[in-house]
């Protein structure tokens, strides 16, 4: 599996929903060309703050806390990688009109029960909001607010907009915002116009013979 280069590939978050970006951080998953944007604790702190999860002081903090406990950094990873491909198959699984794996189901509500074991709410002038308890320590933080966007877009009447890229050897997934539902790629700049310029080339192919 090649890695990516975190620095000069900027993520991408065409998803719609937090869970369905964090599904898509492995590119062409199952296929020869896989490759991952995760290979370090500090790529997902980093995608975190991308997707608008942790602050640029925040990721900083954890980085510093991860450099004090590297294996405890490298567990989160590693549980992390799992988690993003148990929430992978569960939507992949919807998509296709099947049943999602009990496994999958209940690894995803494990977390979803430590991540609300953290959960409070905190006084914002004359509001309240919800917040994390901890969360300026714990390492894994950021999949707090995945499990949680997993869990209530599985409940949500939007379950039945959620598409996998119509590409073949793509898998993101996206929830599909369009007007009349009629989105097919994850991008229209990636798979989108490579399928467009394929049917263009077997097109012209055709008229030559
Ligand atoms: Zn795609």
């Given at each position: 599996?090649?890695?990516?280069?975190?620095?000069?590939?900027?993520?991408?978050?065409?998803?719609?929903?937090?869970?369905?970006?964090f599904?898509?951080t492995?590119?062409?998953?199952?296929?020869?060309?896989?490759?991952?944007?995760f290979?370090t604790y500090?790529s997902l702190a980093?995608?975190s703050?991308?997707?608008?999860?942790?602050?640029?002081?925040?990721?900083?903090?954890?980085?510093?806390?991860a450099?004090?406990h590297?294996e405890e950094a490298a567990l989160v990873f590693r549980n992390a990688t799992i988690l993003r491909e148990a929430i992978y198959?569960?939507?992949?699984?919807?998509?296709?009109?099947?049943?999602?794996?009990?496994?999958d189901?209940q690894m995803l509500n494990t977390a979803y029960a430590q991540a609300?074991?953290?959960?409070?709410?905190?006084?914002?002038?004359?509001?309240?909001?919800?917040?994390?308890?901890?969360?300026?320590?714990a390492l894994d933080r950021m999949l707090w607010?995945i499990v949680?966007?997993a869990?209530?877009?599985?409940?949500?009447?939007?379950?039945?907009?959620?598409?996998?890229?119509?590409?073949?050897?793509?898998?993101?997934?996206?929830?599909?915002?369009?007007?009349?539902?009629?989105?097919?790629?994850?991008?229209?700049?990636?798979?989108?116009?490579?399928?467009?310029?394929?049917?263009?080339?077997?097109?012209?192919?055709?008229?030559?013979?």
């Amino acid at each position: 599996m090649q890695e990516l280069n975190e620095t000069t590939e900027a993520f991408n978050f065409v998803g719609n929903r937090l869970c369905l970006d964090f599904t898509n951080t492995l590119h062409d998953r199952g296929t020869e060309t896989e490759r991952d944007h995760f290979s370090t604790y500090a790529s997902l702190a980093r995608w975190s703050e991308g997707a608008k999860i942790l602050s640029a002081e925040e990721v900083q903090a954890l980085l510093e806390e991860a450099k004090r406990h590297p294996e405890e950094a490298a567990l989160v990873f590693r549980n992390a990688t799992i988690l993003r491909e148990a929430i992978y198959r569960i939507f992949a699984a919807l998509v296709r009109e099947d049943s999602p794996e009990v496994a999958d189901v209940q690894m995803l509500n494990t977390a979803y029960a430590q991540a609300m074991g953290r959960a409070c709410v905190v006084q914002q002038g004359d509001t309240f909001t919800w917040d994390w308890q901890g969360k300026e320590t714990a390492l894994d933080r950021m999949l707090w607010d995945i499990v949680r966007s997993a869990a209530e877009l599985l409940v949500s009447q939007d379950l039945s907009l959620i598409r996998e890229c119509a590409a073949e050897d793509c898998s993101w997934l996206f929830l599909d915002s369009s007007k009349n539902h009629s989105r097919r790629w994850c991008e229209m700049k990636g798979c989108g116009n490579r399928a467009k310029v394929g049917r263009h080339y077997e097109k012209t192919q055709r008229k030559q013979i």
